[in-house]
DNA sequence: CGTAGTTTTGATGTCAGTCAAAATGTGTGG
DNA sequence: CCACACATTTTGACTGACATCAAAACTACG
């Protein structure tokens, strides 16, 4: 998941299109480089910014992984979302300039720091630079929609194929194996994002274990048959394989 | 819910502090109606946009109220929001330039469309305006964010409670009554959007009712004790009032 | 006033949550 | 390298909140 050099800037980083400067021309990545401040490395469990906190920098993930989540006054969390490579984290903050919810690594992880007030300046004089920020914020929404989606009216079954198939189609397009990869996320994380208890999560994966759609050891996942995963999603009549769902 | 006359513009439309008009110089409000088209009126459950269709204007709530949606392949629909006065319809689409949900009003309706060429071309001229959108773009992430929290791990009697607050809270920042108001969305419309089943809210409803805490005539909603409302929507024990529940 | 749509109310079933304990994995210090 | 403690995951038994099915009551509108 490590990218090249920590000195990498954004003209030669991998992820250059699917971050803040596609679109944009050479000179223009220039500018927006120079206000990209350190790639700071984050440690498993550490928090990058808390719910609450005032809001200076907006963050892309470079590499490793985070989860974002809003806790409730007695402390009951909510996993809104998980970030990967490529992706702004901070975008909910814009608003009053106040995060809305908190932000933790997955696994040790670098992030491009992107301070507010400067980045604001360049999307003023760069126009496809402000373009492409409502791009991604834009893009932020459909797939808060998606997940409200899932939330709605889905079965657990239906949560679990989702959740693979999502994060399937991400790892693709990032270049990785859109087959087999890495969970970097506990059972716990799964659940709460999927608004399912713990136990459910483990009983689905044993289920879709067992039938042969995907291999499961650890935190490994193969998926042995992306088609099947797929239809699995439809919530119609969909029986097939194994003793009753 | 209607506003001043139909040839109101931005300038004197009492709505432009929630809107795209907020922290912008009256030279530069004048610029932005320049470009905002027709106050085109729309009847109940008339389509403002369809999923999918490519989408050449942004869409402000002048008057009254709409329900979007996002269908599956078999029709299935979820409901992602509600739109009151002053809200911005649309951005979901700035990603790809096409809709990703339906949106239909929910009673007659007054919309201003912006189109998306023009609004872009005075973003990159008048910073201010270009903040005021990713402020709204902000916005809406948040309120998605607030639904997920919702819709993740709420029972029906949480979800009911945090509805009609939610309505509350918006009715009164327009400046109508917070603890008296109808409701445009039909039972099935508020069931799809919480995740329940149209029974239950109905269940719901007459529990709220009995015990006091609203009254409720049809459409009409009365909230006779807000403080006990909001009590409802910590997730720990509270019992008070009712027969069990 | 009659028909169609919406909402309410009642009876029953089920999916997923909860509780509990076993199994497995992870980390630390001797 | 092993032993022990602690965290995470899995598995099983039971329960309950909400969905589903069905029908009645209410509204609205021509």
Known sequence: MESSSHTTSCLDCRLADLCLPYGLQISEVMLLDKIVKAKR?????EFLYVQGEQCRNLYAVKSGSFRSFIASSEGVEQT???????????????QHGNFTCSTVALETALVCELPVTRLNELCAQIPSLQRQMMRMLSKEIVSDHEQIVLLGHRSAKEKMATFLLMLSQRYGALGFSDTEFNLSMRRQDIANFLGLSIETVSRQFALLNKNGVITIKQ????INDLTLLRLMI???SNERFSTAN
């Open 41 to 45: 490395p984050i440690r498993t469990d």
């Open 80 to 94: 809104i979302g998980f970030y990967l490579p490529g992706e702004i984290m901070g975008l909910d903050s814009l």
């Open 219 to 222: 935190r490994g996942v193969q």
């Open 234 to 236: 439809e919530p119609c």
